[in-house]
């Protein structure tokens, strides 16, 4: 179908873009977050035959494909009529062996390893269950009711606020530090 004259339109320089700038980013070295890739990755080759050959997947839908329902079908009428085979098990498509294995076995041993996470609360809510600790010590209808109780929380959802903050060692062993040792003014 024919375009008028506006929809075409001609194509006009952009001065504002500074060409030379664009050339240089785009020739910069991809930053990669991990070292065991960063070392075996070749700037001669393409993002997905580096990916291929340390054995990691650039397209996960080209990797692992799903079934096709005609496929599932098939699978279906094979079973009823011996005569009709049909391959399903193994995707088409060129399949090479990956060359720098180590990269991959690296990847899995670093996700398989367990990371400790100590949990932290902000500084905010320290301050806040310190305060309310300091101010009314156990009693958390009381806490409810204070006017510092910015988020209105009821005394239940304060208890366990306080609790999770008593369940910190780090936090809650400097807040007994502090408590113990007279302010000198």
Not at 79 to 96: A, I, Q
Not at 108 to 133: D, F, I, K
Not at 146 to 175: A, L
Request: aromatic residues 8%.
């Amino acid at each position: 179908m024919a375009k008028n004259k506006k929809q075409r339109g001609r194509k006009k320089f952009d001065y504002a873009k500074d060409r030379k700038k664009q050339w240089k980013k785009s020739k910069k070295k991809v930053k990669i977050g991990h070292r065991g890739v960063e070392a075996a990755w070749d700037d001669r080759k393409s993002v997905s035959q580096n990916l291929r050959d340390m054995g990691l997947s650039h397209d996960v839908n080209k990797t692992i494909p799903l079934p096709k329902t005609r496929d599932m079908m098939a699978k279906v009428y094979q079973d009823k009529d011996e005569g009709m085979e049909v391959d399903v098990s193994s995707p088409p498509g060129k399949s090479k062996k990956a060359k720098k294995l180590h990269v991959m076995k690296q990847l899995e041993q670093e996700a398989n390893t367990p990371q400790e996470g100590t949990p932290r609360l902000s500084t905010e809510m320290v301050r806040y269950c310190t305060y309310m600790m300091d101010k009314h010590g156990e009693d958390y209808v009381g806490m409810a009711r204070d006017v510092k109780n910015y988020y209105q929380d009821t005394p239940k959802q304060i208890r366990r606020k306080i609790m999770r903050f008593k369940s910190i060692p780090d936090q809650y062993q400097e807040y007994l530090k502090q408590k113990e040792t007279p302010m000198s003014s």
